[in-house]
């Protein structure tokens, strides 16, 4: 998430910029980013026809399948098995794309090239993902995520085949060897020093058309442009093909706020005692102090940490679904090591964001877990999510970087990590990320990832019990309520849909964050008429079905296509299909509820 100060950052795709709450600073972060950023183009347009929607050349990207179900029995009885689910989901998965590959602009042998990237098995679906490969060479930027219901259909399938490429061999003898792709990167970024780096072969089919064999370069930079990088080489001639800035930032909050200060008293920011700085109330200089107060002090609440680590006599926050640590400037205490085990700070504590963070991470990855039984964890590492409450040198921003499956927060004007709206809007995009296997989508057209983020951290305020505001308070469908709608930032709404059309009043404002704020209104429209739970797992599910250039339409049909595959009634999916295409104007199509036999 980028903290907007009341103004509008344009966007490519997938790109997201810091946004400083200075503008000077803003306005030469953005040109540096946008100076840097090569070959980077907007989604195409895509015409919706029949059961999906196709790309311009007739390709599908988006397809609701209604007819598909597997020719051989025994593969359907082996869904049954758990210990065959997996494989059986693959198998199904290619006999299905070898009987449809030219809709998805390919041929029998070039479904036989695919690799399966990853499978994930949902409650009652699976979701295998396929990359295409040439002379087993990953095609860069392709993506099949076909999802097989544990009946043996095929249900739903979204793509992004690279289509038109000529099976030449790679002749890596006139390649330029993989550190002196590095090397280039790093030139073409002005860096000298980086934190990772990793590099790998791809076919790469430029916007020209012209078909590349290529270096594709990630990096994170210690030194120059922020970012999480991925740069695309001619691994003959070493010309930048494309460069694009990947990591996804957000603006962060809060012993520990369990909402936010101004949601648990009722009150408005502002008022004695409110604000983040007493000394200078009104001010919205990003580089001051915090300071305590009686009234943000009253508005802790006590809560327990869960699976805290014991070791050696000291206590730290790393449990099995967070994990506090340091690992970005500034180098501090927020990730508090000590002797005891009651972590009771005001919010002038180095430590108190940390513990604060570390509650909302821990409380909502139970919640997605075990509450709603939807499995996500990062793929990155093992263990719980990792954050560091302080980081991006204090900066007013806060950012999720896909690469690494970290999140981190800054410290401008309000902490973010103060601040819960702002941590679950960072995790949103870590699960969004997860979820996918690291195909999240966040383009300044469509905004999915920041709507996902608002969506799941405004669900999760309004579900608290020691939230004041109710829904015919304006601030209810307010989020980052302590961190924005102040001096600092304007914050942004779960209402955004009211008066506003898809695509017409979405797809061009220049910010995904601007852009979101549809995504995370229709759903949670869809959240107020069949309950949290329900639309949250449901959601949450239908994300699992999507690629990264999926738009806000195709996102919206594979949620409520996910919602017949976890055989929810007619009466659910239609209130779904009513918050989609009345509330909002997503137009999609609603399927039939399965019949209970059908559905065993």
């Known amino acids: 998430m980028i903290k907007m100060s009341l103004a509008l950052i344009s966007s490519s795709i997938f790109t997201l910029v810091t946004l400083s709450a200075e503008a000077g600073s803003t306005a030469k972060s953005n040109d540096l980013i946008n100076s840097l950023t090569v070959g980077v183009t907007p989604l195409p347009e895509l015409i919706e026809s029949g059961n999906g929607l196709y790309r311009a050349d007739g390709v599908a990207e988006i397809v609701s399948e209604d007819n598909f179900r597997t020719a051989d029995s025994n593969l359907a009885k082996n869904l049954k098995n758990s210990e065959s689910k997996k494989d059986t989901s693959i198998v199904i998965a290619r006999e299905y794309l070898k009987l449809n590959a030219s809709k998805y602009g390919l041929n029998t042998d070039d479904i036989d090239e695919l690799k399966v990237t990853d499978t994930r098995l949902n409650e009652t679906f699976s979701v295998v993902r396929f990359e ?7 095609v860069y930027g392709s993506e099949i995520a076909v999802t097989v219901t544990y009946d043996g259909k095929v249900t739903f399938v979204a793509s992004n085949t690279v289509t038109g490429l000529a099976k030449i061999k790679f002749s890596t003898g006139k390649f330029i060897e993989k550190e002196k792709a590095i090397e280039v990167a790093k030139k073409h970024l002005g860096v000298a020093r980086l934190s ?24 994170i930079p210690k030194d120059g442009p922020k970012g999480d990088w991925e740069i695309i080489i001619d691994a003959v001639s070493g010309k930048i093909l ?46 001051q102090s915090p300071t305590d107060s009686p009234e943000l002090t009253s508005a802790r609440v006590a809560v327990t940490l869960e699976d805290i680590t014991l070791k050696d006599g000291n206590y730290s926050l790393a449990g099995l679904y967070a994990v506090c640590s340091d690992f ?55 263990g719980g999510v990792q954050f560091d409450p302080h980081g991006l040198n204090g900066d007013d921003n806060s950012h999720f970087i896909p ?45 999915i990832g920041e709507g996902t983020g608002d969506y799941l951290a405004a669900g999760y305020l309004r579900d608290k019990q020691e939230s004041k505001w109710k829904p015919t308070d304006t601030e209810y469908q307010w989020v980052m309520r302590w961190d924005g709608h102040n001096p600092f930032w304007g914050g942004r709404v779960t209402n ?26 229709c759903n949670m429209a869809a959240r107020d008429r069949i309950g949290a739970k329900e639309m949250d797992k449901v959601f949450l599910n239908g994300l699992s079905k999507t690629v990264r250039t999926t738009n806000q339409k195709g996102a919206a049909q594979a949620i409520i296509d996910a919602a017949k595959d976890m055989k929810y009634t007619q009466d659910q999916i239609n209130k779904i299909a009513e918050a989609y295409n009345t509330a909002c104007t997503y137009g999609v199509t609603v399927p039939k509820a399965l019949d209970p036999i059908e559905g065993e």
């Open 242 to 287: 494309r460069s694009e800035n990947r990591v996804m930032h957000a603006k962060g909050t809060a012993k520990v706020y369990k909402t936010d200060p101004l949601a648990f008293l009722g009150k408005k920011y502002g008022i004695p005692g409110l604000v983040d700085n007493t000394t200078n109330p009104t001010s919205a200089n990003t580089a």
């Open 132 to 138: 295409q490969r040439i002379n087993d060479v990953p």
């Open 403 to 447: 690469s690494t499956g970290r999140v981190a927060f800054g410290q401008g004007g309000v902490d973010d990590a103060e601040d819960v709206a702002v941590v679950i809007h960072e995790l949103g995009h870590g699960i969004h990320d997860w979820l996918t296997r690291g195909n999240a989508g966040n383009d300044g057209q469509n905004g």
């Open 328 to 382: 970005e400037p500034p180098t501090d205490s927020a990730c508090p090591v000590q002797n005891k085990q009651d972590f009771d700070f005001t919010r002038t504590h180095v430590s108190f964001d940390g513990v604060n963070a570390y509650y909302a991470i821990d409380s909502y990855m139970r919640y997605v877990n075990e509450a709603l039984n939807v499995k996500v964890m990062p793929y990155q590492y093992k």
């Open 496 to 521: 955004w849909n009211v008066g506003r059309t898809y695509p017409k009043d979405v797809v061009n404002t220049g910010s995904p964050h601007t852009a979101g704020q549809y995504w995370s209104s």
């Open 196 to 219: 990772s780096k990793k590099a790998e072969l791809v076919i790469f089919k430029a916007e020209d058309l012209r078909q590349y064999d290529a270096w594709q370069v990630k990096l």
